[in-house]
């Protein structure tokens, strides 16, 4: 067999590569939550749409549908235990493993040092690292069947903290971390770990946080949640030989 001929079968196979396997995506009521999702059901797996909001869910559930009829919502409050614990057991029930497991929701606050509410940062805390890391840690013996792969969307406040984003950029740093450690501990059970940083993208959060700083809100400037998904489903179907630790993305044109 050729080089050109070995391509084109990995590239076939990487094609069903998700076919039929569970997962689970936090935030998947919209942005790049939502783009994963939508990306995953059209490969044919069952994703979970996980999220807060009922009626949003609903809306993308009808959409990931056409593609995945065994895609489901779950509504869950990641700052709720007994909602986490709860989904973990559905899932268990359901299916027995979880082969991806997508960190893709968290809060987001501003605030300069000298003045930010101590609140809003128990408020992160619990939605950004507590949340994420029990879901994480009552997962991991449905992942281990598989052996599943876990993806946290991180975020680029990941890797330097700036000016008024030290809050949120402390919850993201803790993340990263979670996820190196994570990644020593399980990659002997066959688990890849990866992390996502992307810059700005063209979500609502990030509209908000435009308004926020008083500057003008162009969505074609900004990478779109596609493009986040696309890399991620990459990463998904790579070999089994090969493990991605981290991506780092940004907006070509920069507009702030």
Known sequence: ?????????????????????????????????KAIALALAAQGARPYLIGRNTHTLEHVLQIARKHSPKARLYRTDLTREEDIRALVADVDRD?????????????????????????ELDTLYRANVRGPYLLTQLA????????????FVNSSSGLKARARAGQ?????????AIADSLRDEVNADGIRVLSVFPGRTATPRTERLFHEEGQAY??????????????????LNLPRSAEVT?????PLYKSY
């Open 1 to 33: 067999m050729t080089t050109a001929d070995q391509l084109v079968n990995s590239a076939d196979a990487a094609t069903k590569m998700l076919q039929d396997r569970v997962a689970i995506v936090t935030g998947a009521s919209s942005g790049i939550g």
């Open 95 to 119: 299916y027995g493993r979880l082969d991806v497991l997508v960190h893709c929701a968290g809060a987001i606050h501003h605030g300069e040092h000298a003045n930010a509410s101590v609140s």
């Open 140 to 151: 991991l013996p449905l992942l281990r069947v598989g052996p599943g792969q876990i993806v």
């Open 168 to 176: 949120f950029s402390a919850t993201q740093h803790a993340m990263k």
């Open 218 to 235: 162009r969505p074609e400037l900004l990478m779109q949640p596609e493009d986040v998904a696309t890399m991620v489903l990459h990463v």
């Open 246 to 250: 981290e991506v780092a993305m940004r």
